[in-house]
C-alpha cells in the first residue's frame, strides 16, 4: 500500500487537530492546567484522550497540515480550546478578588502566600476560597462536564478554519465583567459585617478617647473577621456553584453553531 504525502499529512492531521483542541482546553481549564500537574502529565492526558475520542470524531477535513490553510486550522483549533477553558479560569479569578476584598477589610492584607497553581503571592484569605473553589469544581464533576462539553463540540463546532468567531469573543470578553460581580457577590456579605464592626470600633473611641484604637480595634477587626467568615462560608459554596454553571453554559455557547 502506498501512501503519498497528501494522503500522510491528512492523517496526521486528523490526529493533531483533535489533540490541539483538547490540549488547549487542558492547558487553560483550572486544575489540570495549572502548574501543579507536570508537563508530562498534560501531554500524555491530551494523547489518550484523543487517541479514546478519535473513532467517534466526524471526518477531518482533507487538508494538508502544513499548508496555510491547515495552519489556519491549527489556529482555531487553540482558540477554541483555550476559550473553553478561559471561561472556568475567570471563576477562581473571581475567588481570588472576593478573598483580597475580605482580607484588606478584616486586617489580613499583609497576610499573604505564595499560590502554587498561579506562582503568584495571594493573601490566605484568597488562597482559602480557592481551595474550597477547587474542591466543589472537582466535586461536582466540572473537569468531567469540561472533557465531555470539548468532545461534544467535534459535532456542533467540527475542524475546519472556520470555528470562533467575533460575536464569541465580544461574548467572552463581556463575561469577564461577571468576575468582579462574582467577586463583589461573594464578598457583599462579608465586607458589610466587617465595615459594622469597624463602625462600632470608630463610636467607641469617640466616646472614650482614652482608648487606643490601634492596639485594640486591630486585634478586635481581626477576631471578629474570622467569625464573621465562618458566618458566611455556607454561603459562598451555592454562589460559586452559581459562578461554575454560568461559566459552563458560556463555553457550550462558544462552541454551539
Known sequence: MEIDFAQA???????????MRIGSMLLSMPVIGTRLVPTRVKIILTLTLSVLVLPLL?????????????????????????S????LQLVFGALMIAGESI???MGLGFASM?????????????????????????????????IQLVVASFET?????????RDNFHALAAWG??????????????????????????VMTRAAPQLNIFSVGFPVTMFMGFVVLMLVIP???????????????????IVSP
Open 9 to 19: 499529512t491528512a492523517l496526521v492531521g486528523s490526529l493533531l487537530w483533535p489533540m
Open 177 to 202: 465583567s461577571q468576575m468582579f460581580v462574582g467577586a463583589l457577590w461573594l464578598a457583599i456579605p462579608a465586607l458589610i459585617s466587617i465595615l459594622v464592626i469597624t463602625l462600632s470600633m470608630g
Open 235 to 253: 454561603g459562598f459554596l451555592p454562589r460559586i456553584n452559581q459562578l461554575l454553571l454560568d461559566a459552563m453554559r458560556l463555553s457550550q455557547s
Open 114 to 146: 505564595v499560590d502554587p497553581t498561579n506562582g503568584v503571592n495571594v493573601p490566605v484569605v484568597s488562597q482559602f476560597l480557592i481551595i474550597v473553589g477547587t474542591l466543589l469544581f472537582l466535586a461536582l464533576g466540572g473537569h468531567l462536564m469540561l
Open 157 to 165: 463546532l467540527p475542524v475546519s478554519a472556520t470555528g470562533v468567531g
Open 103 to 105: 482580607a484588606m477589610s
Open 84 to 87: 473553553m477553558g478561559f471561561t
Open 58 to 82: 466526524p471526518e477531518m477535513p482533507r487538508v494538508e497540515a502544513l499548508s496555510v490553510e491547515g495552519l489556519l486550522v491549527s489556529a482555531q483549533q487553540i482558540l477554541i480550546g483555550l
